[in-house]
Each structure stands twice: as structure tokens, then as C-alpha cells.
């Protein structure tokens, strides 16, 4: 195929007040991706803003041929994509990137997601569930509107009729499980993601209940090991909280890769422009391509300034 | 080449040929170095044998790690960049990237970069001798490195003797790549001219800063950085109408090409080729599409060939 397309917006639905869900008939596009790429995505039509965005693959549906995005409105470029309908047309790069690393079947996975990071880590446990694998996810947000959970049932999360989608419903339905953080303390845990995973994994060598009042996990390990209870870690979310992830389980030896983001040109590997700080034997750094060699890097191999 | 007028002859396809310092492109649309990588970035989305010319990344004798992130910032109908001349080395270009375009019928320009006059020196050596380098083209308008670049094109002596070492190095055409950033740029062109320099590519990008209000300190890793796109072009054309008017060499017109239109402007101002860069950023095809355009324009007002129209604004 091209890696170019112009495809039709199928549906778009605010989930919070900068959170939306575009969903878009791309069948070659969700035939090819992989969970942690992204497309390159026009979002006006003149000049400025001038550049494309770079928005990660949230949702496939195969069978249908359509994909998903799932995007907070941070500038000018993601409030015009906002603005698009059913019916328009928007022109595409990609699938582009390198995605994460599907487990093995018998690992057990955790998902530590921040925020808006929940996107692309969604697809993830959409092709981790449809094999029957069931992973723990922690999801972490600033306020209970940012977990974009729907006004009312039967209601769209702005109001209108119409079937409303839920990121924690459609966690739950592929058979994961899920814990929730809240900077404010509305939901769940108070307190950052990484604490509640450190938590969680504190309680488990401890045999502690720790985190029952967050989920329903039963902790009644009498020899402890690690790898019986997560094994491999994925993780999206802003910088800090992933310089934090990254921290806990490159303590606890566990492997892990996190999806970053950078601020992108061309989103092919020509311009440099969205070049992550990376080790490197000889030099004890390099800088490498987020749009090629990435968004997905290895826990391990990422420096955190 | 007969530009033959007859009734015949306008029904075939206008030609297209251009000849830059010595080198002749099959058609006068080329990439603007920095813009394009090496080739295989943009390969999947179109035919690179269609290119009049590719130039490739900037390149330094030894790898370069490049600038701090961010290095990039969105401003109006333009962005700034700081890369910083991140690039593996000529070494690797010659090793790894040639070998990949020597698979098309695409001359290769490659843009040089150095600290000292005498990097410029042993780069057009080695390049100079290297089959599969059809052409270089002298970065001496870099913003975004600490030594050298920017600093050789804003004075129009040192500008004059990094082209005599380039052209004292190899005999392939050398095209001399300008800085917007200085108070004359003919004068700069004039002492390159009178150096040697076959060609003049230009213009670089235009020096530029952007702030982060909220943070209060500079949006870019490197504080400064260079503006390009569709913002610089108005800059870009009048420095092209300036150069033809006083210095008597083909140039390469760049700085915010997205449409054949934009690079239009730039051949009835005096160029005899054009770059698209930063537009490839947008739309990967791009160079194909203003090709296109050039053809049918030509087609339409019925100009048998390209040259007819180059610096043509400066005659009506």
C-alpha cells in the first residue's frame, strides 16, 4: 500500500472537555498496524499550522476496517482535527513506527499508562485479550473527567444519545484487569501511577493486601517471585511518570519498553527533529529517531535527562 | 539543445533539462539538503528517478551527535530547527547511502559541512573522487552549529576562500549554499562567484527564536534555530531577484516551496533549478507534484522549455 492515504472520519465523540475519540474507515491502515505506531496525521488544510501531527493508533477493528485515535486537544493542530465530522476526509501517514514487542502468551503483563498514554497502550490489550491473555493494568490521571467515563449511561460522554464508548469498559470487556491513580484523589489510588505500581509490587513480595482497596487482587504468594507476578511492563504517559516506570523496573530487573513522545517533522526519519537520547556504548549516548526507531524504545535503553 | 518553435514541436512535452554549474538535471525540481534525509526516507511514497537531483543531509568528516531536544518548533506557516548537523560521517554516507542511490539514474548532490576551511578542504577531497557524487553543494549557512557554518556566509571573504579550498579539491560542480542572516547577500555571492563557486544555492534558513511563555525560557534545546517553510519564501524570492540581477551564475532557488506556484515565482525570479524542503514534511510527494506543475504550466502558455522562463520577471 501507500503510506499515504486520504480517509473518511467515520464517527468522532468528545469524551471530556479536550478528549477525543476519532474513528476513521482506514482498512488498509488497520490492517497493518501494530500495537504502539502511529499515523502522521494532516489536520487543517492550509499552511498553518503547517506540520502534521503525530497521533498514536488507540483502536482497530479489523473486520471493519477501522482504526481509531484517541487524543487530547494540547494546540492548534489537534483543535482543528477536533473540529472534524462525518464524512470529511483526512489525509494519513502511515502506519508508521517501530510499535512494542507482543509478550510471549505465558508472560504477565502489566500496562502503566498516564493520562492520555492510555491510547496506544488500549491497542495493545486489545491484541494482548483477543489471544485470551489477561494483563494488569494501571492507569493514572490527573481527575476523575480524564478517565473520560460517560455522563450517564446510554448517553455519549457529551451529552448527546447515541452508544457512548468507555476506555475502562472496554479495558475490563478484553479480560483485563484494571487499577486506577488520581492526582486529586477522586478515583482510586491518591497519588501518581508509579507509586500505585511500585505499591502493587511491594505487596505482592510482602504478601500483603495492599491494594484491595484499589482492586480485587488476592495476594497469598507464600514464595514470592517476581516473574509469576509481572514479568514485562509497557508504558505510556508524560516524560516524568516514564523516567519514573522506568526507574522502578530497571530496579526490579523486570523488562519493559515505553512509548515517548517528541515534537516531529516529517515523521519518515529524515529531518532528526524527534531524536530521543538513547545509550551507546562508545559515545554513552546517542540520539535516535522517535518516528523510525521509536515511538517504542526499551525500558533499559532510554536516558532520562 | 534546439528549442524548435514549430506547430510540431509544441504539442511535445516541453523540456525540462536545466544545466546547474556544469551538471545537468533532467528536470530543474531537486530537495533542499536536511529536508529529504538520504533518499530511502521517502522512497515508499514516490519515484526518485523522477527528481532532477537529490541533495542529501549535510555531511561532516566525523559523525555528529546533534543538537539538544526539542529541536523543533512550530511558528507561523513555518517551523525552527536546531538539529545541529546530527549526521553518521562522510565515511558512512559513502559506505551506506551512496551504494543505496546508486540503484536510481538520480545525479547526488551532497551538502558538506565543516569547522575549518580545512575540513571543507579534505570533504570535497574524498567526496571529489567518489563515484555515484555527482555534485556538492557548500554548507556554509548552517545556524545551528557552534563553529563554522554560519559564521564562513555572513563575510563575504571567508565565504570566497571556503569555496576556492572546496573547487582547489575536486572538479566536480560546487553550488555555494547562502545565508539569509547577512546585510548583503549579493556581496556574499559576488565573492564566492569570484572564487570559483559554479552554482549558488539559496537560501538557507533564516535565523529565528521562539519562547515558551509559560515555562519563561527558550522553546528549543539550542536556544536559537533556523526558520523555514512557507513563511521565508517572500525572503527567499526577492534574495534570488537580488543575486540574478548581479552575480552570473545558475541558482538554486529554496525557502518554503509547497506548490508549483511557489516554485514558479522562484524561476521568473532567477532560478534555474528549485528545492522543495520543508513542504516534503507535509506532503512526502511533494517534489513530484510541483514537477507536474511546472510541466503543465509550460504546456499551458506553450514555453517550449524551461530555460525561456527562468529570470523571466526580471525582462517584463
Redo the contacts between chains.
Keep these: 500500500m ?3 492515504s486520504d480517509v473518511m472520519v467515520l464517527k468522532q465523540i468528545r469524551l471530556a472537555p479536550l478528549h477525543y475519540r476519532l474513528t476513521l474507515a482506514a482498512p488498509e491502515a488497520a490492517r497493518e498496524a501494530r500495537p504502539g505506531q502511529f499515523l502522521h496525521v ?1 489536520c487543517g488544510e492550509t ?6 501531527r503525530p497521533i498514536s493508533i488507540h483502536a482497530v477493528d479489523r473486520e471493519k476496517g477501522e482504526l481509531s485515535l484517541l487524543y487530547r486537544v494540547a494546540g492548534r493542530g489537534t483543535a482543528l482535527l477536533s473540529e472534524k465530522k462525518k464524512g470529511d476526509t483526512i489525509s494519513l ?1 502511515g502506519p508508521l513506527g517501530r510499535g512494542f514487542t507482543m509478550p510471549s502468551v505465558s508472560e504477565k503483563v502489566s500496562v502503566v499508562a498516564g493520562g492520555i498514554g492510555i491510547a496506544p497502550l488500549y491497542f495493545l490489550l486489545q491484541e494482548i485479550g483477543a489471544r485470551g491473555q489477561a494483563a494488569t493494568v494501571f492507569w493514572g490521571a490527573a481527575t476523575r473527567e480524564q478517565f473520560f467515563s460517560p455522563a450517564a449511561p446510554g448517553q455519549n460522554n457529551d451529552g448527546a444519545a447515541g452508544r457512548c464508548f468507555s476506555v475502562m469498559q472496554g479495558i475490563c470487556e478484553q479480560g483485563h484487569k484494571i487499577f486506577q491513580a488520581s492526582d486529586d484523589g477522586s478515583v482510586g489510588f491518591h497519588g501518581t501511577i508509579t507509586d500505585l505500581f511500585e505499591q502493587y509490587l511491594n505487596s505482592h513480595r510482602s504478601g500483603e493486601a495492599v491494594l484491595s482497596r484499589y482492586g480485587n487482587i488476592v495476594t497469598d504468594h507464600e514464595q514470592f517471585k517476581l516473574d509469576q507476578v509481572v514479568s514485562r511492563v509497557y508504558g505510556c504517559g508524560p516524560r516524568g511518570m516514564l523516567k519514573g516506570l522506568c526507574g522502578v523496573i530497571r530496579q526490579e530487573e523486570i523488562p519493559g519498553e515505553v512509548s515517548l513522545e ?16 538513547t545509550r551507546d556504548e562508545k ?1 554513552g ?3 535516535r529517531r522517535v518516528c523510525v526507531e521509536g515511538p517504542v524504545f526499551s525500558a533499559r535503553e532510554v536516558v532520562w535527562d | 539543445m534546439s528549442e524548435a518553435t514549430s506547430g510540431e514541436k509544441a504539442k511535445e512535452k516541453p523540456n525540462l533539462v536545466v544545466n546547474i554549474g556544469g551538471l545537468r538535471l533532467k528536470n530543474p525540481v531537486t530537495t533542499a539538503s ?4 538520504f533518499g530511502p ?2 522512497a ?2 514516490i519515484d526518485l528517478n523522477r527528481l532532477g537531483a537529490i541533495v542529501v ?1 549535510g555531511t561532516t568528516l566525523q559523525p555528529r ?2 543538537n539538544p ?6 511558528t ?4 525552527l ?1 536546531s ?1 545541529g548537523l ?1 549526521n553518521p560521517g562522510v565515511d558512512h554516507l559513502i559506505e551506506e547511502a551512496l551504494p543505496f542511490l546508486a540503484q536510481y539514474d538520480l545525479p547526488v548532490i551532497v551538502n558538506i559541512s565543516g569547522d575549518t576551511v580545512e575540513d571543507y578542504a579534505r570533504l570535497a577531497e574524498k567526496l571529489g573522487r567518489t563515484a555515484g557524487v555527482a555534485g556538492l553543494e557548500v554548507n556554509i549557512s548552517c545556524p545551528n552549529v557552534k563553529k563554522g557554518g554560519m559564521q564562513f556566509g555572513s563575510d563575504p571573504a571567508m565565504a570566497a576562500e571556503v569555496t576556492r579550498a572546496v573547487k582547489e579539491n575536486t572538479d566536480k560542480p560546487v553550488i555555494v549554499k547562502l545565508s539569509p542572516n547577512v546585510t548583503s547577500i549579493v556581496a556574499v555571492a559576488e565573492g564566492v562567484a569570484r572564487a570559483g563557486a559554479d552554482a549558488l544555492s539559496m537560501i538557507n534558513t533564516l535565523l529565528g527564536m521562539a519562547i515558551d511563555i509559560k515555562r519563561k525560557r527558550p522553546l528549543l534545546g539550542n536556544i536559537m534555530g533556523g526558520l523555514s ?2 513563511a521565508i519564501r517572500p525572503v527567499a524570492v526577492r534574495a534570488v531577484w537580488q543575486v540574478y540581477r548581479e552575480v552570473d551564475l545558475p541558482i538554486i532557488g529554496m525557502g518554503g516551496i ?1 506548490t508549483v506556484e511557489d516554485a514558479l515565482e522562484f524561476i521568473l525570479a532567477g532560478a534555474t533549478a528549485v528545492a522543495v524542503g ?1 513542504a ?3 506532503n ?2 511533494a517534489t513530484v507534484e510541483v514537477l507536474e506543475g511546472i510541466e503543465k504550466y509550460l504546456v499551458a502558455n506553450r514555453i517550449h522549455g524551461i530555460r525561456e522562463l527562468v529570470g523571466a520577471a526580471h525582462r517584463t
Design positions: 501507500s503510506p499515504m494532516r499552511l498553518d499550522p503547517l506540520l502534521r501517514l517528541e515534537r516531529m517533522g516529517c515523521g519518515v526519519g529524515a529531518c532528526l527533529s524527534c531524536a530521543c537520547k559515545d549516548f546517542q540520539y | 536536511g529536508t529529504f534525509g526516507e521517502y515508499p511514497y543531509k551527535l546533534g531536544t526539542p529541536r523543533l518548533v512550530e507561523p506557516a513555518g517551523i530547527n538539529i546530527q517553510g512557507p509547497v520543508t516534503n514534511f507535509i512526502p510527494r
